[in-house]
């Protein structure tokens, strides 16, 4: 543990120091996520998984998008259960290889490499679900932005689901009232989801999930005005009309390794690279005032972001007896 925390006295107390958040959330069937639900079972478990992020994170930046990305993937199919995390068996079809995360998904190598680290230290007691919400956490907190207490107590899945990860995840060319409603069969509101879109901040996107806005694919053979063309012209040089599905672009490309509020900036410029982005500001008179207030103020919106994601981690938590602490994020135990 020496090596862990040699690290962590020298950078992890100065990038938690950010706005902190104490949250204690009631599952009503079972008990409580707290923050502190590890302080006596597993004392270091926030130190390891901050110092395996960290590590990962000064490696390649963009890995901090990727790992908040698992969280919310994970949350918006059977609930913050770690679902995501599983491969195929004979008994489970993986949610990896759905629409929204075939060819996407990435960072399971990292979660593996922090649950590893956990099982040594304290066996068969952090759940990946909780491993998932610290990560997604510290990944925001090393590119600059708030910070808040995880409450604590989540257990993993024993199942997984493809259906569910395919209709429930909202996509960059769903229109603003069916993300809306995505959203809220989850229990979030407009004001979560401005918040939460907010974390294409930082991050790539493929070309295939935005051509459609490039070249007039919308159905109607109208070019998309709710992109600047002087933009769109710079993102066809690296995105043609076929091919290079897989090439990577900047969700934010003022800052895009940075948790800022540019993110919201280039909406209100027409820049906003997904239509899934763009439509905040252009479908919806709430959504569009609150893009205008993050743009001007970002302390409101880490404040926002800060809340919005301690609520979507509370989504359907397994607690209690329900569920298993996977011994391998991976696969279910066996028994």
């Known amino acids: 543990m020496a090596h862990y925390m040699g690290f962590i006295i020298g950078l992890s107390f100065l990038a938690l120091s950010s706005l902190c958040f104490s949250a204690k959330t009631f ?9 502190q639900f590890y302080d006596h079972s597993c004392p270091n478990a926030k130190e390891i998984v901050y110092f395996v992020v960290a590590k990962a994170v000064a490696i390649e930046p963009r890995m901090a998008a990727s790992l908040l990305r698992l ?3 994970d949350c918006f199919v059977q609930g913050c259960d770690a679902s995501i995390l599983l491969d195929s068996s ?24 922090i649950k590893a680290a956990l099982e040594k230290e304290c066996p068969h007691t952090v759940s990946c679900a909780d491993i998932l919400a610290l990560a997604a956490r510290d990944s925001t907190v090393l590119t600059g932005g708030p910070s808040w207490e995880v409450p604590l107590g989540r257990r993993d899945s024993r199942g997984a689901s493809l259906s569910g990860s395919n209709n429930n995840i909202p996509a960059p060319n769903n229109t603003f009232q069916t993300i809306l409603t995505k959203f809220k069969l989850q229990g979030l509101n407009i004001v979560d989801l401005v918040a939460l879109s907010g974390s294409h901040t930082i991050g790539n996107a493929r070309c295939t999930s935005f051509r459609q806005r490039l070249y007039n694919q919308s159905g109607n053979g109208q070019p998309d ?64 005032e609150l893009v205008k207030k993050y743009a001007y103020n970002q302390e409101l919106f880490f404040n926002q972001f800060a809340e919005s994601m301690i609520k979507m981690g509370n989504i359907s938590p397994l607690t209690g007896y329900r569920g298993e602490i996977r011994e391998t994020c991976r696969k279910v135990n066996a028994y």
């Open 71 to 73: 969280h919310f993937h």
């Open 225 to 288: 005005y709710t992109l600047d063309q002087s933009y769109a012209a710079l993102l066809r040089t690296n995105c043609p009309r076929s091919g290079g599905d897989q090439n990577l672009f900047f969700l934010d490309f003022v800052s895009p390794i940075k948790f800022d509020n540019s993110y919201f900036k280039s909406l209100l410029a027409y820049k906003g690279l997904l239509n899934s982005d763009q439509v905040l500001f252009t479908k919806n008179a709430v959504s569009r």
């Open 90 to 113: 004979g008994t489970i079809v993986s949610e990896k290889r759905s629409n929204p995360n075939r060819n996407s998904a990435r960072g399971f190598e990292v979660v593996d490499e």
């Open 27 to 35: 599952d009503g069937r079972i008990g409580y996520l707290y923050p």
